[in-house]
């Protein structure tokens, strides 16, 4: 099985992007201390913003690298890339607005054991940003094979 590099990376990228801007809703409620209103108004508008961003984002990206990749044969080199990428993005992108947060103020931190943590891993394992790299890379395998 080879890793493709490329996949990872791209994946990554994205589900970074993502994990930092899920969390600014947050961030900014702690940090200058808004109503509980606001929060929602930001958290609002942060999540539509993602909501129709990532999925057509994701997808393009995947569906240009899939013209040239053959996901039948290589299935375990494609998804496990894909699958780890927008896990560990997620993942990485939960902590930088944490740090900031510490650095400025102190207080108490999420540390990456607490119950908290688990579920925001355990949610970003099975995000749709996987789903929506695998079903990109599918389609475009399928379109390939499919036009002479």
């Given at each position: 099985?080879?890793?493709?590099?490329?996949?990872?990376?791209v994946a990554f990228v994205i589900a970074l992007a993502v994990g930092v801007l899920s969390n600014v809703p947050t961030f900014l409620f702690r940090m200058l201390d808004l109503t509980p209103l606001w929060y929602s108004w930001i958290a609002l508008v942060v999540n539509v913003a993602i909501f129709f961003a990532s999925p057509g984002l994701f997808f393009s990206a995947f569906y240009l690298i899939g013209g040239k990749i053959d996901i039948v044969a290589e299935f375990l080199s494609v998804v496990v890339p894909l699958f780890l990428g927008s896990w560990v993005?997620?993942?990485?992108?939960?902590?930088?607005?944490?740090?900031?947060?510490?650095?400025?103020?102190?207080?108490?931190?999420?540390?990456?054991?607490?119950?908290?943590?688990?579920?925001?891993?355990?949610?970003?394992?099975?995000?749709?940003?996987?789903?929506?790299?695998?079903?990109?890379?599918?389609?475009?395998?399928?379109?390939?094979?499919?036009?002479?």
């Open positions: 099985m080879e890793f493709r590099w490329k996949i990872f990376a993005g997620h993942l990485i992108g939960y902590f930088p607005l944490q740090f900031i947060f510490v650095a400025q103020y102190g207080g108490t931190f999420i540390d990456p054991w607490s119950l908290g943590f688990l579920w925001y891993a355990f949610r970003a394992a099975f995000s749709y940003e996987f789903f929506v790299g695998f079903a990109a890379l599918s389609m475009a395998y399928i379109v390939r094979k499919r036009s002479p």
